[in-house]
């Protein structure tokens, strides 16, 4: 599902095969991007901090979030829309998952509440801080409420901003010397992203948000959406991503992710229903290459997630990578790596932009990371391919008024990084008494092969367990790539998910089926299949193969203390997702459970083996993920973790 690229593009394919063009993350030590550059690399080519001396890293300061000076009873009372439920203890909800940017000696960072704040990097002091009251109108009812994972920055050397969205829509820009309004950026410095989208709301209940960082190329701002995941209703707001100029806020173009009439792609949209639904939108973060102005969009799954009867088709360009010419928003092309999805199998994170040498082929490339395990990797000016993806048949759907594609893409190379199916033999086997239970709980649904479609509750089903789930594989947290070796760094997590279908309650609901969760799959309380439960998967990109596999950790202490294993000699069992940094020397990730001692630590691993080469204890669970950068003469780590409020932690050698 591609097209090639416009002819005045074609110079662009002998351009980005100059050095100058290659993607190396970030060489000056700063860190201007969530993912240190504008290909999410992930990478530092720092090394004053190396296997040596990592573990003698301390706390050199920390930064309590800006949130925390709210008190959470006053807020309510003077912002009724809020609507924070009671049990809520305080308004750091989601925590402080921004990465920091770091500078010219300033790290920037966002809160959940959509604040931002400048912090000296040598003294951790606030020098300024701009509230743009994004909660006044309301908490959005996304999944994840409040919740912000950064901000964009831009300078052309005369000066320097810094733009964000928030969780009532605008898109803001303030001078990032003073955290003033850009008065001359849309309205007294704001855009409202809402005025032009169809069913878009900005009263309570917000269906409309923005919640990762834009990304700017060149002078244009590109932003995406979070969409509200309620799911008793198809006619939710389309993810449509814009363009707007970063000095004035002008809207300089608008690609419809769900194609309207006379555009390409619009007839996936079977029965005029295009016209109602919603979704594919760019949740997530996005990826540019800043010398061909092109960037990369990982769009998300349709509405509604599990049930498509009422947009029968491909559904394009949901569930797809797309690429733009930044400037103008014209499509380059895209490949859709989910047809009609029914399992919200949606890419979940920035594309990582490397290039890379395959059968002596020097090829500018860009790598997609996914729910369901795969990495797709394409040459990222022409879209094609870099190994052959197979179209092959997947089981059909038997819910009414539902048609299941009958394919979907399989890529060649490399091999998935997680399981892709379910059977008796993947089944926790730890004691005889706790496999009896997993295979009991198995009786009561559907499973099997990948794309094994969501199903409605009968008298000896609950409905479909799928694997991995659709909280699982990759996620936000994104990979990172070597670009001196070629190898990507994907930290993922195995967890089962149950889709049986059910009218909705609702009486003015409009769509037939929507998931409906009433069973766990965690047999005594335990994990429904074998370890490791989280891991972290070394791919050499130049060969398509896996280096190797680690679980991360040694899991979640409520498995690995639970009485059923109290006398086992377990192997490491993995959990979560790591947050993950790559430097010239180490691969450093936050674990996002405790270790043995029960601590939350920051690991050094060696690149080429996994191996642990050192550990750091945290003050706390880390949330964001780490990044890397000269203060000084000093080389800095810094990372988010939880609190009431949340904090960001900066180490450094003694």
């Not at 959005?140 to 950064?150: C, D, V």
């Not at 540019?288 to 029968?312: C, E, K, M, S």
């Not at 008494?433 to 559907?446: F, G, I, K, N, S």
């Not at 965690?522 to 370890?531: M, V, W």
Request: glycine residues 10%; without cysteine.
């Amino acid at each position: 599902m591609k097209i090639q690229i416009p002819k005045f593009l074609v110079a662009i394919l002998f351009l980005v095969a100059l050095p100058v063009h290659s993607q190396t993350g970030m060489n000056n030590g700063e860190w201007h991007y969530f993912g240190s550059d504008a290909g999410s690399t992930k990478y530092s080519a720092l090394d004053q901090i190396d296997r040596v001396n990592f573990s003698q890293l301390e706390v050199q300061w920390r930064w309590q979030s800006i949130d925390g000076r709210f008190d959470l009873e006053q807020l309510k009372t003077e912002y009724p829309n809020l609507q924070i439920p009671n049990d809520v203890p305080d308004v750091s909800i989601n925590g402080l998952k921004a990465a920091p940017l770091a500078i010219d000696g300033v790290l920037y960072v966002s809160t959940p509440l959509f604040q931002a704040a400048a912090i000296d990097a040598q003294t951790g002091e606030t020098l300024w801080a701009y509230d743009p009251r994004s909660y006044a109108s309301g908490i959005p009812i996304m999944m994840l409420g409040f919740s912000n994972r950064g901000l964009a920055y831009w300078s052309n050397g005369d000066e320097a901003r810094v733009v964000w969205g928030t969780g009532d829509g605008y898109l803001v820009e303030v001078d990032a010397q003073t955290g003033e309004p850009v008065v001359s950026f849309g309205d007294n410095g704001r855009v409202d992203l809402i005025e032009g989208i169809p069913r878009a709301r900005r009263q309570a209940p917000i269906n409309y948000s923005v919640t990762s960082s834009p990304i700017i190329v060149g002078d244009v701002i590109v932003v995406g959406s979070a969409i509200s995941d309620q799911p008793d209703y198809r006619e939710m707001p389309p993810g449509h991503v814009r363009g707007f100029h970063v000095q004035t806020g002008e809207l300089l173009w608008t690609f419809r992710t769900i194609p309207q009439p006379g555009e390409f792609g619009n007839e996936t949209w079977e029965d005029g229903s295009w016209e109602y639904s919603g979704h594919a939108n760019v949740w997530t973060l996005m990826s540019a290459d800043q010398v061909a102005g092109i960037v990369y969009l990982p769009v998300g799954a349709p509405t509604n997630d599990f049930y498509g009867g009422h947009r029968l088709g491909d559904n394009l360009f949901a569930n797809s990578l797309v690429a733009l010419d930044a400037s103008t928003g014209e499509r380059l092309w895209h490949f859709q790596m989910v047809h009609h999805d029914l399992w919200d199998y949606d890419p979940p994170a920035a594309p990582n932009l490397v290039d890379i040498t395959v059968d002596g082929e020097r090829i500018p490339a860009v790598a997609q990371v996914t729910k369901h395990g795969f990495v797709f990797v394409f040459n990222r000016i022409t879209g094609e391919p870099v190994w052959p993806i197979e179209e092959r048949p997947v089981p059909a759907t038997d819910v009414p008024g539902d048609r299941a594609s009958p394919t979907q893409p399989y890529p060649t190379k490399p091999p998935p990084f997680e399981r892709q199916s379910l059977t008796e033999d993947d089944l926790i086997d730890f004691t005889p008494e706790l496999r009896a239970a997993a295979l009991e709980m198995l009786d009561q649904h559907r499973y099997g092969p990948m794309f094994t479609p969501p199903s409605l509750p009968t008298d000896d089903s609950f409905g479909t367990i799928h694997v991995p789930g659709y909280t699982g594989g990759a996620n936000w947290h994104g990979a990172g790539v070597d670009p001196e070796t070629g190898v990507i760094y994907i930290p993922s997590a195995t967890l089962p998910s149950r889709s049986g279908l059910a009218i909705p309650d609702m009486g003015d609901a409009t769509l037939n089926y929507v998931r409906n969760v009433t069973t766990n799959l965690r047999p005594s309380g335990l994990p429904l299949t074998k370890p490791p439960y989280g891991r972290i998967t070394a791919i050499d990109l130049n060969e398509g193969e896996i280096l190797w596999q680690v679980a991360n950790g040694a899991g979640a202490p409520t498995v690995r203390n639970h009485p059923a294993l109290a006398d086992l000699d377990l192997p490491y069992l993995g959990n979560g997702r790591d947050q993950i940094l790559v430097t010239k020397t180490l691969l450093i990730s936050a674990q996002t459970t405790a270790n043995e001692a029960g601590v939350y630590p920051l690991v050094a691993r060696d690149k080429e083996t996994g191996a642990t080469v050192g550990e750091v204890a945290l003050p706390a669970q880390a949330i964001g993920p780490p990044v890397t950068y000269m203060n000084g003469d000093q080389q800095q780590i810094a990372i988010t973790v939880r609190g009431t409020p949340p904090e960001m932690v900066v180490l450094g050698l003694p």
